[in-house]
């Protein structure tokens, strides 16, 4: 199949000779033929030398890649390359493991389908788009997820707020493939609600799930405080360690409802846990109890760059009253998932939080996303999940 031609300006091949998934708009020469944005382009050198295969957009990314190679975008392509993510998933013992019904399949960068991210919620995946390419490939998506895993029924389509808006697709959540409302999924044997039709993201944040399984190591007997708890993740994983009291604090009334309920599915009766529907920050001001096990992980505090100052003093802020609050011999999680913000950026804002506490601290873990969350090699924009667990005397 023949598809329009990007062709670059003269040297700026040399991303792609790295193998790096995007082309800049600054980088294009000249484009031959009709293009309009989701549209599948070849890219060639400024010598007409075919480069790669992507889908075009308007903005400063011009085009994603979907292959380096002179391959058709068919219903085999999205079959092969979505069963490579599959595969890998088997590899990792997410996929059709009794004990995990829930991980990520698709991971756009990091599974070589840019824009694209499929969530596993048992017998539902959940489809999210962010860029017009994917929305338009959303049937050969879905049909291609049902043939593949394993017990899948239902495919949930759910890119209203992740697409560019001013594509104006008119994009509506729904299904594209079944029907099912909120449903329970398993993640190291403990369960969890998941709402995908109402909840944040896809409906779970699943990339938190090897540092929540860390977490319960040190739990023990420890007074927790679970910050921007959303469901009550950290919470569930608290309890199953031995915490001795577990408080959940989040904005959301509605997330806070559900966080109960899943402690109820997992310890019911348990007196150890109370959740606050409250903002963060109010809560460490206003709160007398002494905790020795804290867990910040906040939403993105940036995802511009131009707020990006802004974002640091955030961390560092949320950090300072954290180490105010601690216990001594206390332990502290501490998370950034802002994909601009650089691990050392992070880690600054925490030192300068450190600092201003006058505290021995030590760091005990550096944390990242988990595998089922992948980085491509040549893309080290695709690393976003960055943590510490520190030690406080």
């Given at each position: 199949?023949?598809?329009?031609?990007?062709?670059?300006?003269?040297?700026?091949?040399?991303?792609?000779?790295?193998?790096?998934?995007?082309?800049?708009?600054?980088?294009?020469?000249?484009?031959?033929?009709?293009?309009?944005?989701?549209?599948?382009?070849?890219?060639?050198?400024?010598?007409?030398?075919?480069?790669?295969?992507?889908?075009?957009?308007?903005?400063?990314?011009?085009?994603?890649?979907?292959?380096?190679?002179?391959?058709?975008?068919?219903?085999?392509?999205?079959?092969?390359t979505?069963?490579?993510?599959?595969?890998?998933?088997?590899?990792?013992?997410?996929?059709?493991?009794?004990?995990?019904?829930?991980?990520?399949?698709?991971?756009g960068?990091?599974?070589?389908?840019?824009?694209?991210?499929?969530?596993?919620?048992?017998?539902?995946?959940?489809?999210?788009?962010?860029?017009?390419?994917?929305h338009?490939?959303?049937?050969?998506?879905?049909?291609?997820l049902?043939?593949?895993?394993?017990?899948?029924?239902?495919?949930?389509?759910?890119?209203e707020?992740?697409?560019?808006?001013?594509?104006?697709?008119?994009?509506?959540?729904?299904?594209?493939?079944?029907?099912?409302?909120?449903?329970?999924?398993?993640?190291?044997?403990?369960?969890?609600?998941?709402?995908?039709?109402?909840?944040?993201?896809?409906?779970?944040?699943?990339?938190?799930?090897?540092?929540?399984?860390?977490?319960?190591?040190?739990?023990?007997?420890?007074?927790?405080?679970?910050?921007?708890?959303?469901?009550?993740g950290?919470s569930?994983?608290?309890?199953q360690?031995?915490?001795?009291?577990?408080?959940?604090?989040?904005?959301?009334?509605?997330?806070?409802?559900?966080?109960?309920?899943?402690?109820?599915?997992?310890?019911?009766?348990?007196?150890?846990?109370?959740?606050?529907?409250?903002?963060?920050?109010?809560?460490?001001?206003?709160?007398?109890?002494t905790?020795?096990?804290?867990i910040?992980?906040?939403?993105?505090?940036?995802?511009?760059?131009?707020?990006?100052h802004?974002?640091?003093?955030?961390?560092?802020?949320?950090?300072?009253?954290?180490?105010?609050?601690?216990?001594?011999?206390?332990?502290?999680?501490?998370?950034?998932?802002?994909?601009?913000?650089?691990?050392?950026?992070?880690?600054?804002?925490v030192?300068?939080?450190?600092?201003?506490?006058?505290?021995?601290?030590?760091?005990?873990?550096q944390?990242s996303q988990?595998?089922?969350?992948?980085?491509?090699?040549?893309?080290?924009?695709?690393?976003?999940?960055?943590?510490?667990?520190?030690?406080?005397?």
């Open positions: 199949m023949i598809y329009p031609k990007i062709i670059l300006k003269k040297g700026k091949e040399e991303p792609l000779l790295r193998f790096h998934p995007w082309i800049f708009s600054g980088a294009i020469f000249r484009i031959e033929g009709t293009v309009h944005e989701g549209d599948i382009v070849e890219v060639h050198s400024a010598n007409n030398e075919l480069m790669a295969v992507g889908h075009y957009q308007i903005g400063s990314i011009a085009v994603r890649i979907l292959s380096f190679s002179n391959i058709a975008i068919d219903d085999n392509f999205w079959m092969n979505i069963q490579q993510a599959y595969t890998l998933r088997k590899t990792l013992h997410l996929a059709e493991n009794e004990l995990f019904t829930t991980y990520r399949l698709i991971h960068e990091g599974d070589h389908l840019p824009g694209l991210i499929v969530d596993i919620y048992g017998e539902t995946a959940v489809i999210q788009a962010h860029s017009v390419g994917m338009h490939s959303r049937v050969v998506i879905a049909n291609s049902i043939n593949i895993v394993k017990g899948l029924k239902n495919v949930y389509y759910k890119s707020v992740t697409l560019p808006f001013k594509a104006n697709l008119a994009a509506e959540d729904g299904y594209l493939i079944g029907n099912a409302e909120k449903g329970i999924v398993k993640e190291s044997g403990l369960l969890f609600l998941v709402d995908w039709i109402h909840g944040q993201k896809t409906g779970f944040f699943v990339d938190q799930r090897e540092n929540r399984k860390l977490l319960q190591y040190y739990a023990n007997g420890r007074t927790m405080l679970n910050l921007f708890g959303y469901t009550g950290f569930i994983y608290g309890l360690g031995g915490a001795a009291l577990v408080h959940s604090v989040d904005s959301s009334a509605r997330a806070i409802e559900v966080t109960n309920e899943n402690v109820a599915l997992n310890f019911p009766n348990d007196t150890r846990h109370q959740a606050f529907a409250e903002d963060a920050f109010k809560f460490l001001n206003q709160s007398n109890t905790y020795d096990l804290i910040l992980d906040p939403p993105a505090f940036a995802k511009h760059k131009n707020v990006l802004n974002a640091l003093q955030g961390y560092r802020k949320l950090n300072a009253q954290a180490f105010e609050k601690i216990a001594p011999n206390g332990i502290l999680f501490t998370f950034s998932c802002s994909q601009i913000v650089s691990k050392e950026q992070f880690r600054l804002a030192f300068t939080a450190a600092a201003q506490s006058g505290r021995r601290i030590r760091i005990l873990h944390l988990p595998a089922d969350h992948p980085i491509n090699i040549y893309h080290v924009e695709g690393e976003y999940l960055k943590g510490l667990v520190l030690y406080v005397e």
